[in-house]
Structure formats: C-alpha cells, structure tokens
C-alpha cells in the first residue's frame, strides 16, 4: 500500500511502509549509506506527516522481513493488547505515550501489545525532548544478585577491560569502579582473548573479588555466548549469559548464533544457578548488547532502515526476559551514526525503544575517535539518559577504554550524575557501599576522592586476590 503526503505544494510518495519508515527517520548515516534515507528535510518531513496518520493495526499486520525475528515477535505479541491499539493512528498513539497516564496504561499490560515497528515508527515522530518525557515514567525492574531499575536509580556496569587480559589489571580496574559506586549493574569485561581458558580465567578472578568483598552485584565476560557455555561445563561461574544481537535472522547469523542458540543457553545458565543456591535475588540471566548499523554492517538489512532494525532487535531481547540490554550506541563508528547530532539523537531513541518493550535498558553513552563528537557531547547524552530513567549506563577507568580505543563514561563522571540527579545504585549494592564505608546520606561525597591506604579492609580483601602482589607495588607505594 502506498502512502502520500503534501506539503508546500509539492507531493511525495512512497512506495510501501518500508519505504516510509525509512525515510521518516531522522538524518543517519547509515540509511544514506544504505541508499534508503529521504533525500531532503522536506521529504522527510512529509514521509513524518504520512507516517503519523498510518494505523497501528496496518503496521502490526505488514510483514517488512520474513525470518524467524519476525516470527518470534508475532509469537510474543499479545493480541488483545495490541487490539486495543489498533484502531489508533501511530500520531495518536504518539501523543497517548506522552500522556501522564500512560505509564499505569503500559505496566497493566498494554506494553506486551507493542510491536518493535509500532514503538520504532513512534519513535520517529517524537523530538528529544519527548523520547525523554516517554520513557521517564516507564520502569522496569530486574533481578540477578541484585536488583535494577527500580525508580529513583541509576545503576553503573563497570567496564575493566586490559588490552592482554591481565588478571591484575582487571582485578584493579573493577576495584576503581567499586571505590567510585559502580558496578551494581554488573562488572562486565570485554575480552581480548575470546578463548574458552582465557574466559574461565577471567570469570574466576571477578567472581573471587565479588566474593572476597561480598558485592552483592553479578560479573560477565562479554565472550561469544558459546565460549561463556564451554567456560561454564569446565567449571567456571557464570551469572549473565551475554550475546551481541541483531534484528535479522541473517545479521544474527553473522554474530554466530541463532534464536535455538539463545533459548538453550538460557536454560543452562538457569540450571547452573539452580546450583549455586543462595547468590541469587531473581532469575533472569540473559545480558545483550546491540546497536544502530549492525544489521547494515553485516548486509543483512532487507532494505528496512537502522532504527526499525534497532527496535526487533530489542523483540528479540524480550523474549529472553533479560537482566540488563544495553546499546553501544557510537561504537559501531560515522558509517552508521556520523555525528554527535546523530549520536545523541540515537542513544534517545534506543533508550525509549527498549523501554517502550519492556526491556531493563542501558546505553553505553560512547563514541570513536574518527567520528565528529566528543566529552562535551557524550556528557549530554549521559545526562539527558539519567533524566530519562535509564536503567544503567557503562562506565570505565579515566572514560579512555584502553583495550577497544574508544571513549566513554568515566566512573567519576557516572558519579557526578548521580550526585547531581539524586540517582542511587540498586539497593542491595548501596548497602554494602555504606557498609564499606563509600556511601553516606548524601552519596557518595567525597569517598571516593580520598585516596585509601593499602591497610583499608576493602583493599586489603581485594588485593588479596591477586596473588603474589603486594598491594604497596601495586598501588603505588
């Protein structure tokens, strides 16, 4: 079916709905790389106008991709929900979703009656500001070792990547993130060496420090989900299962997995809990990662633009019934987001998608050296994500990740945000904090500014797990 519009005078046409969300969608790169974005303002400006008068229930029975995605969300759709949706233009249910009682709307069902092309296609009609506005008053609580999302909270993965996978080197880089209150969402390393002994080794090492200091937080090696399984059957300790996905069957079958893949691993992880009775709040085990372009990246995007791909990558990530899911939104680099502009406007939209579906959503506020943004930027995606009740963001020593070469949120600067919003770490995690002497009534304060001798008792049980070094040697003394 075909749609129009007009607008000063002149009259644009589109194709079909993929053609339409596609060139509604604000300027990105990667949709001009694709050959599929509008090819002036005023053209996208009119494909928003044709787009806000289409109705739900046409974009809930159009078929933009045939693979299993597709049929897994058309699986996990409630009808009824979605019947009451139907009969709405996506303007309409764009200015429901900015209503105050929509948040009581969306908790008491009808969430499970979005699809991930209805929330996308809304996603583009909406300015910054509103992005901001629809997802603040969603919540989404999860729980592993711990608990995330609660309001009020904006919890931290701390990232303690080595470029060679030095246990001392990470050991250390998890312990600045714990002396600065990250780490609540979960101390997760991207790996150098994707090895399965190199994997145990790492999951070990974090697990004996969580254990040593009684974090109530969890650890994950971001290794291929089945290096994670093999790790597991030798004997290692796995709280997340962790997989990078996609919104096509074909762009998930270059990351080297498969929807069969995901669901059994899932199953073993919750088996292997089963065993470790007593660490476990909650039992939801699955963490995913995802990002605008990878579908592109991989050609495999049926022609259907980046941020409709983004948003069945988070169906996908809600049919697992994840504990966290986060967007690495300026990582994949300018082909696919070129600018801070874009960037930011990316990170929004990610960040209302995912939570619009139901999903415990965290960003990883970033961006690469070769594209045109930087610290000033990337902090007011940070602070405009807080404000907009993201679950947590990823944070990492100095915002220089030393082994991805890319830049981030530092510890402080996730710190900073917190102070500043009155945002508070998921409440397990915030009381072993004031236990351990890092927390008081107003935060952090000025703790984790104050440098602690090596006699501390939080550095000493830390330190203790690097074995054969002195803790003087390594903190410098």
Known sequence: MSHQATLRGTTYRFADLRE??????????????????AGSGSERAAAKLALADVRVGELLDATLIDDDVTHLIERDLDRDAAAELRPL???ELRELMLCAEFPARWQGGLRHGLSPEVVAATAKLMSAKDLVVAAAGLTVVTRCRNTVGLPGTLSVRAQPNHPSDAVEGIVVAALDGLLHGCGDAVIGLNPVNDGVASTGTSLRALHEL???LGVPTQACVLAHVTTQLQALRGGAPVDLLFQSIAGS????????VTLDTLAEGREEVHAHHRSRAGEFVGEQVMYFETGQGSALSAEAHHGVDQLVLEARAYGVARAYDPFLVNTVVGFIGPEYLADARQIVRAGLEDHFMGKALGLPMGCDACYTNHVDADQDSNDQLLM?????????VIAVPGSDDVMLNYQSVSYRDAAVVRRLLNRRPAPEF???????????????????ERPLSPEHPLLARSLATLSGSAPTSLLGG
Do not use: P, Y
């Open 89 to 91: 233009a996506l303007g």
């Open 210 to 212: 969580i254990a040593r």
């Open 249 to 256: 069957e074909a762009a998930n079958r270059s990351f080297g």
């Open 20 to 37: 339409l969300l596609a060139k509604a969608n604000e300027a990105k790169s990667g949709d001009q790389l694709a050959g599929i974005a």
């Open 430 to 448: 915030e009381a072993w904090l004031v236990e351990a002497g890092l927390w008081g009534e107003d935060g952090l304060g000025d703790a984790a």
């Open 384 to 392: 405009l994500l807080a404000l907009a009740g993201c679950s947590f």
